[in-house]
């Protein structure tokens, strides 16, 4: 398997703009996360996804944000409009949990500057 | 509440013991975890422990843990300059909690 799979991997935009994160799991695993990667505030949890359906979005800094995974080997994430602060690596990651085992694999992260 | 708790830096000399350190609040967690991030990359699983077991040991890699304390720590032996990374501890069997790791800065 080829892990997980972000695009695109660097995002430069001008604020006010949208944004689209995209992410492809690794096949079989029923969970999905993003995160979000600051100096300032380290590794922030902003949605999980069980079998396609969100659990948790209480990451989620604001209304400007939103994800959907509308099948098994998809997700994303948007930002609209986007604002200078909402510039992070954002990370997807993937997992097959087994018992209480929920071992995450991430992608490379998308690394995005809002201008 | 939800809280893992690191030092932020931690600097070793080459070819010493590196101990890096968490605390955290959950326990129900049915396994804890250590990953390891290198530059320009994701996380990436290093090891994970069983929480009834108090220490897992694989090659240069110790975990110890302390369920009454709620401690767990890392151990590297014979530090390289290839283990320089930020590690992050995390808990939690779905929401999975990570601490905001710790930066492992190797000294010639």
């Known amino acids: 398997d080829a892990g997980v799979i972000q695009s695109p991997r660097h995002e430069v935009t001008e604020m006010g703009q949208e944004v689209t994160l995209r992410c492809k799991p690794i096949?079989?695993?029923?969970?999905l996360f993003w995160y979000r990667q600051t100096m300032m505030r380290g590794l922030e949890l902003l949605i999980y996804?069980?079998?396609?359906?969100?659990?948790?979005d209480s990451g989620m800094p604001e209304d400007r944000f939103s994800a959907k995974m509308p099948n098994a080997s998809f997700s994303t994430l948007k930002i609209q409009p986007s604002e200078p602060r909402d510039s992070a690596v954002y990370f997807c990651?993937?997992?097959?949990?087994?018992?209480?085992?929920?071992?995450?694999?991430f992608g490379a992260g998308t690394r995005l500057s809002v201008l | 509440g939800e809280d893992v708790e690191q030092s932020l830096f931690l600097s070793v000399r080459e070819g010493d013991s590196s101990v890096i350190n968490c605390t955290y609040t959950?326990?129900?967690?049915?396994?804890l975890y250590w990953y390891k991030q290198e530059p320009g990359a994701g996380l990436q699983l290093l090891t994970y422990?069983?929480?009834?077991?108090d220490m897992k040991q694989d090659q240069r890699l110790t975990v110890l843990l302390n369920k009454k304390d709620k401690h767990l720590s890392l151990r590297i032996a014979d530090t390289q300059t290839g283990d320089s990374a930020i590690y992050f501890c995390?808990?939690?069997?779905?929401?999975?909690?990570f601490g905001k790791g710790t930066r492992l800065h190797i000294l010639p």
């Open positions: 990651a993937s997992s097959l949990r087994r018992g209480g085992l929920n071992i995450q694999y």
């Open positions: 096949s079989g695993h029923d969970y």
């Open positions: 996804f069980n079998n396609n359906v969100p659990i948790d």
């Open positions: 959950d326990s129900s967690s049915t396994y």
């Open positions: 422990i069983f929480s009834n077991m």
């Open positions: 995390a808990e939690r069997d779905d929401k999975i909690i």
